[in-house]
């Protein structure tokens, strides 16, 4: 089993290999960040099967079980059989231990590119834990993964990390405009409008940006 634990920054994590696969644990104020396990499955299908919590989060439409079951292979065996850092995460209430999300980082089809996404019970929204969640996966633990000399894909390293908001969502939109990410296009995707945000993560932008994030409310975006 190898484990590092970085606690230089506001998120404490920790890698390990558990089974065969690798396991990411990301500890911030308010949450628990785990890779997903099976065990989160039948808690995944309620989560994305609400309406009221997809209504801005890719189609707009609440999924069915098998979109669920398809975005587990993509996003949650594939990396984690192939020990890589990346993919689907599942989100906990610290206090509760209550399953309140998922989010993901993972791979786009662009070198050195990276997509983050993410979806909150309606519950846990506007309570600055989406702006937490994303702020410990695109600054904490792409930092976290730099301090390691990770890289992907044949060598590739992470340069950008880009998201993608409904236009209607506001507090998507102020989560990545705080995270310090610059608005690129409006274009459709998923048949939706989408904003598109990208942000350089570079060791020496994350360092210059370390204390100028702000706590908003919370929504989903994709």
Same mark, same amino acid.
């Given at each position: 089993?190898?484990?590092? $634990?970085?606690?230089? &920054?506001?998120?404490? $994590?920790?890698?390990?290999? !558990?089974?065969?696969?690798?396991?990411?644990?990301?500890?911030?104020? /308010?949450?628990?960040?785990?890779?997903?396990?099976? =065990?989160?499955?039948?808690? @995944?299908?309620?989560?994305?099967?609400?309406?009221?919590?997809?209504?801005?989060?890719?189609?707009?439409?609440?999924?069915?079980?098998?979109?669920?079951?398809?975005? !587990?292979?993509?996003?949650?065996?594939?990396? /984690?059989?192939?020990?890589?850092?990346?993919?689907?995460?599942?989100?906990?209430?610290?206090?509760?231990?209550?399953?309140?999300? =998922? @989010?993901?980082?993972?791979?786009?089809?662009?070198?050195?590119?990276?997509?983050?996404? @993410?979806?909150?019970?309606?519950?846990? /929204?506007?309570?600055? &834990?989406?702006?937490?969640?994303?702020?410990?996966?695109?600054?904490?633990?792409?930092?976290?993964?730099?301090?390691?000399?990770?890289?992907?894909?044949?060598?590739?390293? &992470?340069?950008? !990390? $880009?998201?993608?908001?409904?236009?209607?969502? &506001?507090?998507?939109?102020?989560?990545?405009?705080?995270?310090?990410?610059?608005?690129?296009?409006?274009?459709?995707?998923?048949?939706?409008?989408?904003?598109?945000?990208?942000?350089?993560?570079?060791?020496?932008?994350?360092?210059?940006?370390?204390?100028?994030?702000?706590?908003?409310?919370?929504?989903?975006?994709?």
């Amino acid at each position: 089993m190898n484990c590092f $634990i970085e606690n230089k &920054i506001k998120s404490l $994590i920790k890698t390990e290999e !558990i089974e065969d696969r690798l396991v990411v644990s990301i500890e911030t104020r /308010q949450c628990l960040i785990r890779s997903y396990s099976s =065990q989160d499955f039948e808690k @995944c299908v309620a989560l994305y099967g609400n309406p009221q919590n997809t209504k801005y989060f890719d189609h707009g439409n609440p999924w069915t079980k098998e979109e669920v079951e398809k975005l !587990i292979l993509q996003r949650a065996e594939t990396f /984690q059989r192939n020990k890589v850092p990346l993919g689907l995460f599942s989100i906990f209430d610290k206090p509760t231990g209550n399953f309140i999300g =998922q @989010c993901d980082l993972f791979p786009t089809n662009e070198a050195g590119v990276l997509e983050v996404g @993410c979806i909150l019970h309606t519950s846990y /929204q506007r309570r600055g &834990i989406g702006m937490e969640v994303v702020k410990a996966l695109v600054h904490d633990f792409v930092h976290f993964l730099e301090e390691k000399n990770f890289t992907y894909s044949g060598g590739q390293v &992470i340069k950008q !990390i $880009i998201a993608t908001a409904h236009p209607n969502n &506001i507090s998507s939109n102020k989560i990545v405009k705080n995270l310090g990410m610059t608005y690129l296009k409006k274009e459709h995707r998923f048949g939706q409008p989408r904003c598109w945000f990208v942000i350089d993560v570079s060791k020496k932008s994350v360092e210059k940006r370390q204390e100028e994030f702000k706590t908003d409310s919370s929504e989903n975006f994709r």
